[in-house]
């Protein structure tokens, strides 16, 4: 009866809403990752065997303790389940690049998001990235130029593209640069970009120069004048650049 379908359903959304609060809680505690991971796992085989159909909140709360732990790989399994039920949306992608650990784990998720869609009334609306996600995905690329300093130019490019709006194969003119230079800490890598960028560039003057410029007004963005700062060395970051400036 229909009395009894309503009844199922209600259950299926109390079954689901529980186990979505017992993943959370794992995440909340200060734990190990890999039992936190092992814990939220066999949860999911639970969930699985009881037949409960996940939502995204569920496997959203699946991908932020993979992404706690930087478990790209369990994290990929977590989205291609969710794939069978659901569309990934913005949240779930960031989530998966916060849990890639090389820059080329991080250019792969971004491109198949690039892919991604949803039919909105008959039309196909693809993936428009929040700064968000586009902060996951520069956090990848920071820790990769850590060991190859090479990374910090295309740091800059991405910025750049967005900055002329006309880059349709890596996504950038789908992100707002008013955005983007609302973001603190978007910005703060940028700009250490740039300054890394144009130290490397001896020799190069014409280069250093368009650096420095690019540099000296990224400084006086006003996302840096409303956050103060308490790190020394984004302390310093503002200095040199606004040093530039003289």
Not at 14 to 30: N, R, W
Not at 215 to 220: E, F, L, T, W
Request: with cysteine; hydrophobic share 40%.
């Amino acid at each position: 009866t229909q009395n009894d379908a309503d009844q199922e359903i209600t259950e299926d959304t109390k079954a689901i809403q529980v186990y979505t609060e017992m993943i959370e809680s794992l995440g909340d505690h200060t734990a190990d990752n890999d039992s936190t991971l092992l814990k939220a796992f066999l949860l999911l085989q639970e969930m699985e065997r009881s037949d409960v159909d996940m939502d995204l909140p569920c496997y959203h709360a699946l991908l932020k303790i993979c992404a706690r732990a930087g478990d790209f790989e369990r994290a990929q399994r977590v989205v291609q389940k969710l794939n069978y039920n659901n569309k990934p949306n913005d949240t779930t992608w960031r989530l998966l690049l916060r849990s890639t650990q090389t820059i080329q784990q991080a250019d792969s998720v971004w491109k198949n998001a690039l892919s991604s869609y949803h039919d909105d009334h008959s039309r196909l609306e693809f993936w428009k990235p929040s700064v968000e996600s586009f902060v996951a995905l520069l956090s990848a690329y920071m820790k990769a130029a850590e060991e190859d300093p090479t990374v910090y130019g295309r740091i800059v490019n991405l910025y750049r593209s967005i900055a002329d709006g006309n880059d349709t194969s890596f996504g950038m003119d789908r992100l707002s640069l008013a955005s983007v230079n609302a973001n603190f800490k978007a910005m703060l890598w940028v700009l250490q970009a740039v300054i890394a960028v144009e130290r490397l560039e001896q020799g190069n003057d014409i280069s250093r120069f368009e650096l420095r410029r690019l540099a000296v007004s990224i400084a006086r963005l006003d996302c840096f004048k409303t956050k103060l700062s308490d790190n020394k060395a984004t302390r310093l970051t503002l200095q040199k650049a606004r040093s530039w400036a003289k």
